[in-house]
Antibody, heavy 114, light 107 residues
Framework: QLQLQESGPGLVKPSETLSLTCTVS??????????WGWIRQPPGKGLEWIGH???????NYNPSLKSRVTISVDTSKNQFSLKLSSVTAADTAVYYC??????WGQGTLVTVSS | DIQMTQSPSSLSASVGDRVTITCRAS??????LAWYQQKPGKVPKLLIY???TLQSGVPSRFSGSGSGTDFTLTISSLQPEDVAAYYC?????????FGQGTKVEIK
């Protein structure tokens, strides 16, 4: 059964870079037909699509975040990662990783605060 | 970019009522639309994909319809466990935008 698990710091200082990793188990990123993506949800608000990556490394990003976002993949570790630079309090959210539209991780809360 | 507009933003209905949520795309997206249910404090759960295909394990009282720009999620008989926020998401092309969500409550 496919499972995704986010990991990374729960607290990031303003102006620094948020870094999260999603570890995939029960399936392989390499050669998959699916996109592997990131979504976030600020407390009490709706869902925001951040971007996704294909196993070959091709990426697409939300235009509103594109200048600050990098998504990468490490097929040898069966992981993909998110980096969001120059964070502010507005980037405080639960961050989810997902495969396509079907399978999501449990989410991890990242708070931006000094 | 294509915008996704959900309506209503919230609704209150009685147990057993038929509930309809609408999602409208600003441009045609064929049938590349998914619906999610998110209960408080939980991970969003996929209910429907390809606009009308019920995800395995989802109760048959949920159904989806539409193509192009106008889509509908219907709960045929609202149950107490259906209290949640519901989101649509387009995935025909990037960005895979979500609607703003609809909160469903029991009257």
């Amino acid at each position: 059964q496919l499972q995704l698990q986010e990991s990374g710091p729960g607290l990031v200082k303003p102006s620094e870079t948020l870094s999260l990793t999603c570890t995939v188990s029960g399936g392989s990123i390499s050669g998959s037909i699916y996109y592997w993506g990131w979504i976030r949800q600020p407390p009490g608000k709706g869902l925001e699509w951040i971007g996704h990556i294909y196993h070959s490394g091709g990426t697409n990003y939300n235009p509103s975040l594109k200048s600050r976002v990098t998504i990468s993949v490490d097929t040898s570790k069966n992981q993909f990662s998110l980096k969001l630079s120059s964070v502010t309090a507005a980037d405080t959210a639960v961050y989810y990783c997902a495969r396509g539209v079907g399978t999501w991780g449990q989410g991890t809360l990242v708070t931006v605060s000094s | 970019d294509i915008q996704m507009t959900q309506s209503p933003s919230s609704l209150s209905a009685s147990v057993g009522d038929r509930v309809t949520i609408t999602c409208r795309a600003s441009q045609g997206i064929s049938n590349y639309l998914a619906w999610y249910q998110q209960k408080p404090g939980k991970v969003p759960k996929l209910l429907i994909y390809s606009a009308s295909t019920l995800q395995s394990g989802v109760p048959s009282r949920f159904s989806g319809s539409g193509s192009g720009t106008d889509f509908t999620l219907t709960i045929s008989s609202l149950q107490p466990e259906d209290v949640a926020a519901y989101y649509c998401q387009k995935y025909n092309s990037a960005p895979w935008t979500f609607g703003q969500g609809t909160k469903v409550e029991i009257k």
